[in-house]
């Protein structure tokens, strides 16, 4: 599956479009008898900056949260994860299954004016799959044998072999070809002035400050009531509180904390609704597998033998999540549930390290190996005050068993641009979002270690390799459920993540938002729909 579905769904728990298990606050918000009003603006509050607005070229989630009201695929999945259409209006699927036929929408118009056709659909392929393009998305689309676009709103995928999640693939956003098509995409203007279909027009980008989007009069499925959609960057979780406090914003992510203590007040009770629910995510410590400390497993097993993941959940989470075994999350059909676990035992762990030949403590009571010590660094992005702490745990639990961590915080896109992306770092503590289908290709299989591509901690196990394939290479869930038990079993003995835990979402709205609905998808399915009553409405946003 491509980042761009990962991070759709919502990536480092950005937690707007995690799935609702129905555990809302008894004052959620309800649907108002007030008639919609069209007028407000939302005021959002973010961590992290954008980094690019086309969105094949962005590796970050704050990039596609932004693209995600821009951008239209042809497909989507509705409120309850069934896949509907979006820029198609139809498909046909042949009997074998290799062959997708899309009958497109028509009327559809560019941000700019100019209608929307196949040939769009066809440019959006053709530049994905370019050598020449550096994204890491190619890998579903580089599946199809064949594309045509046989009339302005007929578009066929044809597959060479069956790939199970083959229609969902062109859930990715297409992009305007009048715009790009013939020119070096990587230095287009849209990347920070983009042109979609979506239900709200890019107006104006202050680095670092905020991104300005306001409502599409001519959006095929209707003018979102809300006018427009300001995306506010507060890179400090503390600072953005002040600001939701203040109202000034008027959405954010909690942190357990500001979540059941901060918000146990009139004032918040009066003025906000709160939802929490577990997400389609989990948090992990991954380590760089070039990195001669992790390449043997034993250590990376000792280190979760180390961690007390007990201790994260009631003293970080406070008790809002559950721990993580792997990649999917618990209750789902392909959750496996009998992997090994590493419950909390120091001993076990000085017992592999010793095992690894580190059977030596200095006087400062490090272990050694050949007169180096276990030194490490990990990095964490700032603003997130849930993993900062989540490393200070881990550190001090670690430093019990002889090793010694180093903390390092770093501004968001320098975290994703300069560290991640350029694999500089020994080991990181971040989060992915668990899609709604397994496939999880792009993130863990061998060929997928390239720059700015998804497995950067260089994960490698031809087995692991073979699972993966297999299981997106056939359409019987009972069948992809064994490949995908049996991936989950490897990467559970390799130990390349530890994995952590799975976070409740924590979010707020102010209570002037009206019209939403929880669903198993999330919050934000039909954001087009939610409005302020016209008594209630805040702000104006100018065109």
């Not at 013939?182 to 983009?194: A, E, Q, V, Y």
């Not at 953005?240 to 979540?259: H, K, V, W």
């Not at 390290?353 to 030194?375: S, Y």
Request: aromatic share 12%; net charge positive; charged share 25%.
């Amino acid at each position: 599956m491509s980042l761009l579905r990962f991070l759709f769904f919502s990536f480092l728990l950005i937690i707007l479009l995690f799935a609702c298990d129905k555990k809302q606050e008894s004052d959620n918000v309800r649907l108002s008898d007030n008639k919609p009003a069209y007028g407000d603006i939302l005021v959002r509050g973010d961590i992290g900056d954008a980094s690019n607005l086309i969105p094949i070229l962005a590796s970050d989630s704050a990039s596609h949260n932004i693209c995600g009201m821009i951008y239209n695929g042809l497909v989507k999945y509705d409120k309850d994860m069934n896949i509907v259409g979006d820029l198609a209006e139809s498909w046909n699927i042949s009997q074998n299954g290799l062959v997708i036929t899309f009958h497109l929408r028509k009327g559809v118009k560019w941000h700019d004016g100019h209608p929307f056709t196949s040939a769009d659909v066809l440019y959006t392929y053709q530049v994905t799959v370019d050598p020449q393009t550096p994204t890491a998305y190619a890998g579903d689309f580089l599946k199809v044998k064949k594309v045509e676009a046989p009339d302005d709103y007929t578009f066929i995928a044809t597959y060479e072999k069956p790939f199970a999640p083959a229609l969902i693939s062109w859930g990715s956003a297409i992009l305007p070809r009048h715009l790009l098509e013939g020119k070096d995409i990587t230095k287009s203007p849209l990347s920070r002035h983009p042109i979609g279909t979506g239900p709200y027009k890019f107006k104006e980008w202050v680095a670092g400050q905020k991104i300005v989007l306001v409502s599409n009069p001519d959006y095929f499925e209707g003018q979102p009531y809300i006018d427009g959609r300001i995306t506010q960057i507060i890179p400090d979780s503390a600072t953005m509180f002040l600001e939701l406090r203040a109202q000034n914003i008027g959405m954010m992510g909690l942190t357990p904390l500001q979540y059941t203590r901060q918000t146990e007040n009139n004032l918040f009770r009066n003025n906000f609704n709160k939802y929490r629910y577990l997400s389609f995510g989990y948090t992990y410590l991954g380590y760089n597998l070039k990195n001669p400390l992790f390449t043997d497993k034993r250590i990376r097993q000792a280190i979760s033998y180390a961690i007390n993941k007990d201790e994260i959940i009631s003293g970080v989470l406070l008790n809002l999540g559950k721990p993580a075994t792997g990649p999917y999350k618990p209750g789902t059909w392909a959750y496996n549930n009998k992997v090994k676990i590493y419950n909390y035992n120091p001993q076990k762990a000085r017992e592999l390290l010793r095992e690894a030949g580190w059977t030596k403590i200095n006087k400062e009571g490090v272990l050694e190996k050949n007169g180096k010590p276990f030194v490490f660094e990990i990095i964490v992005n700032q603003g997130n005050e849930t993993r900062q702490k989540c490393a200070e745990i881990i550190q001090r639990q670690l430093k019990e068993i002889g090793i010694i961590v180093k903390i390092r915080i770093l501004e968001w896109s320098a975290f994703v641009t300069d560290f991640i992306n350029k694999r500089r770092f020994d080991a990181v503590i971040l989060g992915w979002t668990i899609p709604f289908d397994p496939d999880s290709y792009d993130v863990w299989h061998s060929s997928k270690t390239a720059p700015e591509e998804l497995n950067f901690i260089s994960y490698k196990n031809q087995e692991a390799d073979e699972m993966l394939e297999k299981g997106r290479s056939s359409f019987d869930q009972n069948q992809r459920k064994k490949y995908y038990d049996r991936f989950q079993e490897i990467l559970a003995e390799d130990q390349p993540y530890t994995f952590l835990y799975v976070p409740d979402a924590l979010v707020i709205i102010s209570k002037r938002f009206q019209g939403i609905e929880p669903a198993p998808i999330g919050l934000e399915h039909n954001f087009i729909k939610w409005y302020v009553p016209k008594e209630k409405q805040k702000y104006a946003m100018t065109r």
